[in-house]
């Protein structure tokens, strides 16, 4: 595997492509324990865009080099800033860029929390497909506790947690604990400590060996149909199975599963 610095940003993101075609994109600002500051949200966005253009990449993995956090979330010192309010509201374009690039990714994402995920971190962990967390790890939007609200990851808690829950996390500002988490819909397996790399890479290795040309359709089918109509989404999936039969991976897929084969994709 190699490791380097994630175009544009040397020290705040770091990206690593395994040979398998699992991209491992991490957050490394470990002195703000990966407080999205501007220059970690422009090194992510540049990772995520590269991950996203490069065809050697089947899957991403977000991580942290902290050893105890994943993201502490906004960087509060720019809420109080001497600065104009009209230079503050387009601070936070850099995050909004950042949810809306990983809700429209090609690519299956997994998101590996290792430590505390707070405020604007809850968005990050909720854009990813799949979220695997370590037993220590804790989930909470505590913005009301300084006199803020989680304005910025209020759309993607209604969209991933239910309302009632939703509710409690945005007015009480309280933590959960990775269970919790699990139970919410918030994260999708809880392992040991020693054990998260290994099930996060698992998974990753297990989604980068699945036809790039299916999963890129079920995954912008998944985003499209969600908030459809019942009749309109029925219909949309019909046009993408139709879509999805006229490709040379699914006659694959199929006759390696009747020859007793692993398939090989050309990803066409």
Same mark, same amino acid.
């Given at each position: 595997?190699?490791?380097?610095?994630?175009?544009?940003?040397?020290?705040?993101?770091?990206?690593? #492509?395994?040979?398998?075609?699992?991209?491992?994109?991490?957050?490394?600002?470990?002195?703000? =324990?990966?407080?999205?500051?501007?220059?970690?949200?422009?090194?992510?966005?540049?990772?995520?865009?590269?991950?996203?253009?490069?065809?050697?990449? !089947?899957?991403?993995?977000?991580?942290?080099?902290? $050893?105890?956090?994943?993201?502490?979330? $906004?960087?509060?010192?720019?809420?109080?800033?001497?600065?104009?309010?009209? $230079?503050?509201?387009?601070?936070?374009? !850099?995050?909004l860029a950042v949810f809306r690039l990983l809700a429209s990714?090609?690519?299956?994402?997994?998101?590996?929390?290792?430590?505390?995920?707070?405020?604007?971190?809850?968005?990050?962990?909720?854009?990813?497909?799949?979220?695997?967390?370590?037993?220590?790890?804790?989930?909470?939007?505590?913005?009301? @506790?300084?006199?803020?609200?989680?304005?910025?990851?209020?759309?993607? #808690?209604? !969209?991933?947690?239910?309302?009632?829950?939703?509710?409690?996390?945005? #007015?009480?500002?309280?933590?959960?604990?990775?269970?919790?988490?699990?139970?919410?819909?918030?994260?999708?397996?809880?392992?040991?400590?020693?054990? #998260?790399?290994?099930?996060? @890479?698992?998974?990753?290795?297990?989604?980068?060996?699945?036809?790039?040309?299916?999963? =890129?359709?079920?995954?912008?089918?998944? =985003? !499209?149909?969600?908030?459809?109509?019942?009749?309109?989404?029925?219909?949309?999936?019909?046009?993408?199975?139709?879509?999805?039969?006229?490709?040379?991976?699914?006659?694959?897929?199929?006759?390696?599963?009747?020859?007793?084969?692993?398939?090989?994709?050309?990803?066409?």
């Open positions: 595997m190699s490791a380097e610095p994630a175009e544009s940003v040397p020290e705040s993101v770091f990206y690593a #492509l395994a040979p398998k075609g699992v991209a491992t994109i991490t957050l490394n600002e470990p002195a703000t =324990r990966n407080a999205l500051s501007p220059a970690l949200l422009d090194g992510l966005h540049a990772a995520l865009t590269r991950a996203r253009d490069d065809d050697g990449v !089947r899957c991403v993995v977000l991580a942290s080099s902290h $050893a105890t956090v994943f993201c502490s979330g $906004a960087n509060l010192g720019g809420f109080a800033a001497d600065a104009p309010l009209v $230079a503050k509201h387009f601070a936070s374009d !850099r995050l990714f090609p690519k299956p994402t997994v998101c590996a929390v290792g430590g505390h995920a707070l405020a604007g971190a809850i968005g990050l962990v909720l854009a990813c497909d799949l979220v695997v967390a370590s037993e220590d790890a804790t989930f909470g939007t505590p913005e009301i @506790a300084v006199g803020a609200f989680a304005f910025m990851v209020m759309a993607l #808690l209604y !969209r991933n947690v239910p309302r009632k829950r939703a509710n409690e996390m945005l #007015l009480l500002g309280g933590r959960m604990s990775a269970s919790e988490a699990c139970a919410a819909g918030i994260v999708n397996r809880v392992v040991a400590a020693g054990e #998260l790399d290994g099930a996060v @890479a698992e998974w990753a290795d297990k989604l980068a060996g699945s036809s790039a040309v299916i999963m =890129r359709l079920g995954k912008d089918a998944m =985003r !499209r149909q969600a908030d459809m109509d019942l009749d309109d989404a029925l219909d949309y999936l019909r046009s993408q199975l139709t879509l999805a039969l006229s490709t040379e991976d699914i006659v694959e897929g199929v006759s390696a599963f009747f020859a007793k084969r692993e398939p090989v994709w050309r990803d066409r």
